[in-house]
């Protein structure tokens, strides 16, 4: 049986002889595990349909022991990404987030898609502040999943807040001097306004800020997203 997949390559490794296993992630499917049978040679068709990043149409076969691909059709290779090594880890991060990542229906699975393919292209192809778009696509998985962070008011009490303001890591969400509790951590006004800017605006609109209050806000979406959803991010390179 022949399947159709619309598909990025979140990771992969070497199998035997020149096989290649490979996570994709799908528009249709979600996250599938096929294989490229020889495509680590040389002069393999598909070489470059194995890489990290490559989106395309991929056609899917069904093997003994694993799907196999059989075809594809390259829409973009995101080449870009190893030509800056920040921009590369930062991509490699996105595609972490949604390593770890759990579906329960298509659309949460389809927002998720859309938000990482329209997030890696700008971060390839324009010029964008460092940590931008994989802190706006952190912030887009807590919305997706209804859980978005961003609020005006105390998520508590629902009062406004007038001076300092705290993320309760218990709930992930913010909350005011009178509501916080020990599993609470204050805020900076640098990071709350960052937090408010980057879930207001597209990702062709995102801001310039101090990279400094970029680390300090990327470390509070981490931890804010192991409390979420229990699994740790390594973020190998940024972190």
Same mark, same amino acid.
């Given at each position: 049986m022949s399947l159709n997949l619309k598909a990025i390559v979140i990771? +992969? #490794?070497n199998a035997k002889e020149k096989d290649k296993n490979i996570l994709l992630f799908s528009l249709e499917q979600g996250k599938v595990w096929v294989t490229f049978k020889g495509v680590r040679g040389d002069?393999?068709?598909m070489k470059y349909a194995k890489e990290q990043f490559c989106f395309g149409d991929y056609i899917i076969e069904e +093997?003994?022991?694993n799907n196999v691909v059989t075809g594809v059709d390259i829409i973009e290779d995101f080449n870009e990404l190893a030509k800056d090594i920040d921009k590369y880890f930062e991509g490699n991060a996105m595609l972490e987030v949604v390593q770890k990542l759990d579906f329960e229906g298509a659309k949460e699975r389809y927002e998720v898609f859309m938000s990482l393919i329209n997030g890696l292209k700008i971060l390839a192809f324009h010029k964008v502040t460092h940590l931008a778009v994989l802190l706006k696509f952190m912030l887009n998985i807590f919305e997706i999943y209804g859980m978005k962070l961003y609020s005006d008011k105390c998520s508590c009490c +629902? +009062?406004?807040?007038?001076d300092n303001i705290y993320i309760n890591?218990?709930?992930g969400e913010l909350v005011c001097s009178s509501?916080?509790?020990f599993q609470s951590e204050l805020i900076n006004k640098g990071e709350f306004n960052l937090i408010r800017l980057l879930s207001s605006l597209p990702y062709e609109k995102l801001? #310039?800020?101090p990279e400094e209050v970029g680390q300090k806000t990327l470390k509070l979406l981490v931890k804010n997203f192991y409390n979420r959803f229990s699994e740790n991010l390594k973020f190998v390179g940024i972190l």
């Open positions: 990771r +992969g #490794n002069k393999a068709k +093997g003994k022991i +629902g +009062g406004e807040f007038h890591h218990q709930v509501c916080k509790t801001p #310039n800020f």
